[in-house]
């Protein structure tokens, strides 16, 4: 199967979702370099580190793959969105447990 084919079939596919939801992904062109663009920025939110993500996408050299990483630490600058006026849920016994320690993600400048 060519690109093309794999353009032109997740093109349907897409066609065919926002028939039944006209919302889904409102706005974008759903491609399979966004599909593979997506899959790298949620890599690198999980704290996967960038040379495997490099690997995934077969990039030769990891500075074209430190875009994304700068994109993601552009995107965690912004807020997410407006405060909700929802009053703080009471604290419960699971919130005093520790949490998986998390991988620090590198910082690129």
Excluded: C, F
């Amino acid at each position: 199967m060519t690109r093309w084919g794999v353009t032109k079939m997740l093109a349907k596919h897409v066609q065919s979702l926002r028939r039944r939801d006209p919302g889904y992904a409102a706005g974008v062109t759903v491609t399979p370099h966004v599909i593979r663009r997506t899959r790298a920025m949620h890599l690198l939110e999980a704290g996967v580190n960038l040379i495997y993500i490099r690997d995934l996408l077969g990039h030769a050299d990891v500075s074209t793959t430190e875009i994304y990483a700068r994109a993601n630490a552009e995107a965690n600058e912004k807020p997410s969105r407006a405060p909700t006026s929802r009053s703080p849920r009471a604290p419960t016994q699971l919130d005093s447990r520790p949490g998986p320690p998390r991988m620090a993600r590198p910082r690129l400048r």
